[in-house]
């Protein structure tokens, strides 16, 4: 067996901290995260031989495995190849971009869209793209590490509110200078708290305060609104906000993520933001699950509606188990236990039981909400839901 040498005699002081971290070591014994399934098929997925229902998936729509969105991504390999190699600004770009850029900025209801190869990169340049040095950024506390790395890159200065809360918003900017320019960034569905964002209020502060405002809509769009256009659309809000960013991981069952705004905006965009100049453009393959998931979300509505069904059904199971939700209003649903030790306890209950669910703890989420985080999708069946029933209830019984 190959001895590497770093692990043998660590040389640098980096190297050390690396070996020496405590977080690393406690991960890799309680092993919760990066856990490996070696089969799926809808809603299942196997390790070793046992069957687990996917309870923590983003899967909202369940089009992982329509047959038009394989289809689709097959296609696409077949007439484009496995990838562009190279950025959309140099030798990357081709019609398959634009055309999903043209249909998605359509039903969001923005004049232009920019697609990138993963919702993280489109995230952070919503962000980093449009601020920069001497401005401020206000956010609610509780935005997505993406937002957060957007912030750090844009050299502005940032404060936060309390989460979803438009009059502490409004408090922060009593002391700020009036002509100082100003981004509000928050998410439309708040991927770890299930909670829709204030937005017609938070819109209202934001015009009172000649703010640009940013809104991450990863969970909302697909979800949200008349056919899943979104958390916008779900208030009317489309014209409002500025810039709308999100991920083609979630109900749209591909990997790679957009910015939507006005065409003025993505001609900015594309002339400054750096993670789209010097990355390389989204595979042909996974622009095609994106397209055919959206397209699918229009000519399907079916699949929204049983997303809804499941979730109602599930969110009254959680409830009247006494199990605390945090007021989720989403198929993105937390189970607040309040310590990693709970936490860990439930999540392990759960695994014995055959449901797989994610674990979330301090700094992740705010200190005492610690949580497994579930998500339901329209692919769940009622069989499904009733064994997450049974699980449940085991789980709470020994907590
Ligand atoms: C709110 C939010 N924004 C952005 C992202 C990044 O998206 P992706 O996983 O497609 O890179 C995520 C993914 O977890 C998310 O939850």
Redo the contacts with the bound molecule.
């Keep these: 067996m190959a001895i590497f040498p770093s692990r043998r005699n660590p040389k640098s002081r980096i190297a050390r901290r690396c070996q020496d971290d405590s977080v690393t070591k406690l991960r890799l014994k309680y092993a919760p995260y990066y856990y490996t399934f070696d089969r799926q098929e809808g809603t299942q997925v196997w390790r070793d031989g046992k069957s687990y229902i996917m309870l923590s998936s983003?899967d909202y729509l369940g089009l992982g495995n329509h047959p038009k969105v394989i289809e689709a991504g097959k296609a696409a390999m077949e007439k484009w190849g496995a990838s562009t190699t190279g950025a959309r600004l140099a030798n990357g770009s081709r019609s398959y971009h634009t055309e999903l850029e043209e249909e998605l900025a359509d039903y969001i209801g923005k004049e232009a869209c920019h697609i990138h190869a993963?919702?993280?990169?489109s995230?952070m340049s919503a962000v980093a793209s449009f601020a920069e040095r001497g401005d401020l950024i206000v956010v609610d506390k509780n935005?997505?590490s993406?937002?957060w790395s957007g912030i750090h890159l844009s050299g502005a200065s940032a404060e936060r509110f309390i989460h979803n809360n438009p009059d502490d918003l409004r408090d922060v900017l009593v002391h700020e200078d009036p002509d100082r320019a100003k981004l509000l960034l928050f998410?439309g569905v708040?991927?770890m708290e299930g909670h829709v964002a204030r937005m017609p209020e938070l819109m209202d502060v934001a015009r009172e305060n000649d703010m640009f405002s940013v809104m991450?809509d990863?969970?909302g769009f697909g979800v949200m609104g008349p056919g899943g256009r979104g958390t916008a659309a779900h208030f009317g809000l489309q014209s409002e906000v500025d810039v709308i960013s999100?991920?083609?991981?979630?109900a749209l069952s591909s990997?790679?993520?957009y910015v939507a705004s006005s065409r003025e905006m993505i001609d900015y965009l594309r002339t400054h933001s750096k993670q789209t100049i010097f990355s390389a453009a989204i595979s042909p393959s996974q622009a095609a699950c994106a397209l055919a998931s959206l397209r699918i979300l229009k000519e399907e509505p079916e699949h929204l509606e049983r997303l809804w069904h499941n979730t109602r059904r599930y969110k009254q199971m959680v409830e009247s188990l006494g199990l605390d939700c945090w007021g989720s209003e989403t198929p993105a649903m937390p189970i607040v236990l309040g310590s990693k030790e709970r936490v860990y306890s439930f999540w392990k209950d759960l695994l014995a039981k055959g449901v797989f669910t994610v674990i979330s703890v301090a700094p992740g989420v705010p200190p005492g909400k610690d949580l497994v985080r579930t998500a339901i999708s329209a692919r769940h069946t009622d069989d499904d839901l009733d064994k997450v029933g049974e699980a449940l209830a085991y789980a709470a019984r020994s907590l």
């Design positions: 983003n993963a919702g993280y990169l995230c935005v997505h993406s937002l998410e708040y991927s991450d990863a969970h999100g991920s083609f991981s979630k990997t790679g993520g």
